[in-house]
């Protein structure tokens, strides 16, 4: 005791909280300094000042909420509490499956930053609720999942606080690189991705934004509230006028290749080339292809793994599907020209 | 690895309020409950016995009775006032409703066991209010419905599936596995499973199996990671692309080695590829953004195959009609 080591930040927030509990009307920023462990370590008021701030922000963020009380009358320090029953957990009563089942449930963020928090709520929900949990009900059925990037915790952070944020974006249709500045409604994951929605300030209207199109980090760039984050948003609306509506692609596939592609769709007639400029039709055994049809929701999405197949896959429509592959085709085979 | 101090804080409270009302607990019991060993439940309990009010005399600190910590049972004697449970924060909630909701999906044509889910996600939705509707997650893994049925019901009855897998390099393969978990990455939902075929850990993307079946032979637990992340092959020779800088997002999504930004605005990414085939898809799907690779015949390569593509596109040339 009284040595040189500081003390560990969870001891000093740990002493805080105790205190803070405790106090019969309220503590002032210099009863705390002189009297909770931890905080006789500030070297001076300035660093007493910078530490109490940080432990008041993370407690906050823990869901402890301190309250301040504005003493009145002469005194003019303000006081610090906490309110137990203002920030107290509501008890769940889960039975010990349901508690089994949130367990599992909450191994499903593969992404640090969100599995720190269901980790956080789990250990919270845990203490709250006296149930043993059984984990068989729904073992080997629990997914995993990862989110694209670094961005789902910013956004989240950003929509439950109502502050608008900036980020870098690739724009699928034009293939630029620009700066984007919106204000937050939802992030949503649906089979074909992750998605912020969105009011774009720019755009003056609602857009969708693919979280794995988004460059460099997330920032906040606006004053929370400064927004409302509509109560209802239909997700599935909006993604669906994003995508454009389904298609389907008409490919001719060489037999045996492009397993992937014929594990999307059907297949169907077989068709065979003509020479260049003639309506006949090859005799060349090599030249006959199925027909598959594969729906398809992105063009350039799919554009990209059409032309990823070569010569394996040739689209016959519809035609913005085939332009697209011809014009990566082109430029992939001028990457040997240019090379002589 | 050390443990974040909001972490252990959360814990620590979280063990006083739940010795409150539980009464006393073994060690390992506790261990259990909070999901970390029984050496960092006596750390805790070491911690907390040295915390209090201020004035820290022995009538003001958190205490234990003694002589059943000697028996590795805890029993809280004074908890200083600490008897609610934290309330859980925004993200807390969004995440866990988010998880329970995507989960609940995934049984959604099973047994009963949704009830569960059901009554699960009403008590937390209750407690947690408007905003978990900020995080929308519907998992439906991409590919054909009978091999997403088929994985499923393989992974509830715990058998055997037997799997027709067209890989990366488009090469067509039987297999038999043991499915162990499904992955959802970005627009990706990948199968983890132990291969017979390979005797090993494997990962099958779904939307690239091209066929499944449920077997009568229940699946084997195998010990394996359950770790997808992808890196890159250690033994695999480094190959280098120079890109245009609109590009940037393909070094976020291909695991690189290195990115290095040129003064022409242009970059490179080091990549460490063990599938050739897999890198000239690549190269052939952003053509439009490559500079320069690193070695030349790679380029040759994709500029070959490119040539071989565009004839083939000349013997299928939409004008004329083509024979059913």
């Known amino acids: 005791m009284g040595e040189v080591t500081r003390t560990p930040p969870a001891e000093r927030l740990l002493n805080l909280v105790i205190a803070l509990v405790n106090t019969s009307t309220a503590m002032s920023k210099q009863q705390i300094r002189t009297s909770v462990a931890g905080y006789d370590q500030a070297p001076s008021i300035e660093a007493f000042e910078r530490m109490f701030e940080r432990d008041k922000d993370t407690l906050r963020d823990l869901g402890v909420p301190i309250v301040t009380v504005d003493p009145g009358g002469h005194a003019d320090e303000i006081g610090y509490r906490v309110d137990q029953d203002a920030y107290a957990l509501g008890a769940l009563d889960l039975t010990p499956a349901e508690l089994g089942v949130l367990s599992l449930a909450a191994q499903l963020w593969q992404d640090r930053s969100i599995a720190t928090d269901t980790s956080r709520a789990l250990t919270k929900i845990r203490a709250a609720d006296v149930a043993e949990a059984a984990t068989d009900i729904v073992a080997g059925l629990a997914p995993r999942v990862s989110a694209a990037g670094g961005a789902l915790g910013p956004l989240l952070d950003a929509i439950g606080t109502a502050t608008p944020v900036r980020f870098g974006y690739h724009a699928a249709n034009t293939g630029e690189t620009a700066q984007r500045h919106v204000e937050p409604w939802r992030v949503a994951a649906r089979g074909g991705g992750w998605y912020l929605i969105g009011h774009d300030r720019e755009r003056q209207a609602p857009r969708s934004y693919r979280l794995s199109r988004m460059v460099g980090s997330v920032r906040l760039a606006g004053a929370a509230g400064e927004y409302m984050v509509p109560a209802d948003v239909d997700v599935d609306a909006f993604l669906s006028t994003a995508g454009g509506p389904e298609q389907v692609a008409r490919l001719a596939v060489l037999p045996e290749r492009a397993g992937a592609v014929r594990a999307r769709g059907t297949v169907g007639v077989t068709v065979r080339g003509h020479a260049p400029g003639s309506t006949t039709p090859m005799e060349a055994e090599a030249e006959v292809r199925d027909v598959v049809e594969v729906p398809y929701g992105q063009l350039s999405a799919m554009a990209d793994e059409i032309a990823g197949y070569g010569a394996a896959v040739v689209v016959l429509g519809p035609t913005e599907l085939r332009e697209a592959v011809l014009e990566r085709l082109r430029a992939a085979a001028r990457l040997g020209a240019d090379r002589g | ?324």
Request: charged share 25%.
């Open chain 2, 1 to 324: 690895m050390a443990e974040r101090a909001d972490e252990r804080l959360v814990r620590l409270l979280g063990l006083v309020t739940y010795l409150q009302s539980a009464g006393p607990a073994r060690v390992e019991d506790l261990a259990r409950r909070f999901d970390v060993t029984g050496a960092q439940i006596l750390k805790d309990v070491d911690q907390l016995w040295v915390a209090g009010t201020p004035g820290y005399w022995p009538q003001d600190l958190i205490d234990f009775d003694a002589a059943s910590m000697e028996r590795g049972v805890v029993r809280l004697i004074d908890g200083r006032g600490i008897t609610r449970p934290l309330r859980l924060g925004t993200r807390e909630a969004v995440a866990l409703v988010a998880a329970l909701r995507a989960l609940r999906e995934t049984v959604a044509d099973e047994d009963g066991r949704e009830a569960v889910l059901d009554s699960v996600l009403a008590k937390l939705s209750t407690a947690t209010g408007e905003a978990a509707a900020a995080l929308d997650v519907r998992l439906s893994p991409p590919g054909r419905p009978d091999v997403v049925h088929a994985i499923r019901t393989a992974l509830s009855s715990g058998r055997r599936l037997h799997l027709t897998y067209a890989d990366a390099a488009d090469n067509l393969s039987e297999r038999d596995v043991d499915p162990i978990e499904l992955h959802t990455r970005d627009a990706s939902t990948y199968l983890l499973a132990w291969c017979y075929r390979a005797q090993a850990r494997r990962t099958f993307r779904t939307d690239r199996i091209v066929s499944a079946h449920v077997t009568d032979t229940p699946a084997v637990e195998h010990d394996v990671p359950r770790d997808v992340t992808f890196r890159p092959d250690d033994d695999a020779p480094v190959v280098t692309v120079r890109l245009a800088s609109s590009a940037r997002w393909i070094a976020e999504q291909v695991p690189v080695d290195a990115v290095r930004d040129l003064p022409d605005a242009t970059f490179e990414v080091d990549l460490r590829v063990a599938n050739r085939v897999w890198l000239l898809h690549l190269l052939t799907e952003q053509a439009r953004y490559v500079v320069d690779a690193h070695p030349p015949d790679l380029l040759t390569d994709v500029a070959r195959d490119a040539q071989a593509a565009l004839d083939a596109y000349a013997a299928f040339d939409p004008a004329p009609p083509t024979l059913g």
